[in-house]
């Protein structure tokens, strides 16, 4: 990782930027949110994708979406990756991708056992957070981690120690949950941000008492920072258009954070027609992109909502990011 803070550095500036047709009518205000889009660990396992497409050539296995972003996905394919759900379906003596979600440690286990060519692109946050809940589980704590259940991250973290691992989804699960009498320790699912947790770990506080917390920075830098982002918009815009894939959990989570701070917001795939009739009902809009998506994505919305009269342009930056992670040796 670079030298910097994860985070980079704190900034507050608007800055005008030009119309994508080139003549601004004033019409409707767009204020786009920075930071957006790809995050570091997105780009890495991109990129690994792509170097061993260049290296060795098609079919390179990805068990799982490298990430999660349908349009990413396509492409990739059409350069000749191919994605499966299991390693199961990936022939011996063949190249597989983990995705940047991370997986469980039997997973790995299987891949060798098929004798499989292993990349990991997890993505170094993730592997953080693994590392913290086997040193906690080891330690004799059961570990609370806070996400979603069904999410691919969520399983691969729970699958590092199984038995001293449990899910907790909300302040009631919290509530709910028996330790047998062993202390609690805290990790989070990445893609969620610190105000996504905090009324989870306080439940648990209150009917646990003392708890080891996650750090500020075992959350994805990423995901804070788009967050924050979208709470500046929704203090002038009414209506934020987040870009991204359903099966994006941080989308979705710039999704909430919108219509928590005020402003009505959907997320759209930044490539189907946008309807008119909702851009005609708000002044000022909002736009951001989850780190799945490309930015091609955010100029090609941009350009829709320009034809449509939003061609008044500012960026709102709450951030600058300056985070990269190291490529794995095998593609270096």
């Known amino acids: 990782m670079s030298s910097a803070s994860p985070k980079g550095y704190r900034v507050a500036t608007r800055e005008k930027l030009d119309s994508p047709t080139g003549n601004e ?16 660990g997105v780009d890495r396992a991109i990129e690994v994708v792509e170097r061993l497409l260049q290296q060795h050539g098609a079919p390179v296995y990805v068990r799982h979406q490298i990430v999660h972003n349908e349009h990413v996905v396509r492409r990739l394919e059409g350069l000749g990756a191919v994605f499966v759900e299991s390693e ?62 069904d999410h691919v991250e969520v399983i ?29 320790a805290v990790v989070s699912q990445t893609t969620l941000s610190l105000d996504d947790v905090a009324a989870t770990v306080d439940a648990l506080a209150d009917q646990f008492g003392t708890l080891t917390r996650p750090h500020a920075d075992d959350i994805c830098y990423a995901t804070q ?76 919305v941009l350009e829709q909502l320009a034809r449509m009269g939003h061609d008044d342009l500012e960026e709102v930056t709450v951030a600058r990011e300056d985070v990269h992670f190291r490529l794995p040796r095998e593609v270096a």
């Open 25 to 40: 009518t004033g019409r409707g205000k767009v204020l786009i949110a920075a930071p957006r889009s790809f995050c570091a």
């Open 156 to 184: 691969g973290t729970r699958g590092v120690r199984p038995d001293s691992i449990v899910v907790v989804e909300s302040p009631e699960e919290a509530r709910k949950l028996e330790t047998g009498g062993r202390p609690i």
């Open 88 to 149: 199961d379906e990936i022939p011996p003596g063949q190249i597989c991708v983990l995705s940047a979600h991370g997986v469980a440690p039997a997973v790995k286990a299987s891949c060798e056992q098929r004798g499989l060519r292993v990349i990991d692109a997890t993505c170094p946050l993730v592997s953080k957070v693994h590392a913290e809940a086997r040193r906690y589980a080891d330690s004799g704590y059961l570990v609370a981690l806070i996400g979603h259940a």
């Open 225 to 300: 920072n788009r967050q924050d982002a979208v709470k500046e918009l929704a203090k002038e815009a009414t209506l934020i258009l987040v870009i991204g894939s359903p099966t994006s959990s941080n989308a979705q989570r710039l999704v909430e954070v919108a219509r928590r701070f005020g402003a009505e917001s959907m997320l759209i795939d930044g490539e189907s027609p946008i309807d008119p009739q909702l851009v005609s009902a708000h002044t000022v809009i909002g736009l951001t992109a989850g780190a799945s998506t490309p930015e091609e994505l955010v100029q090609s």
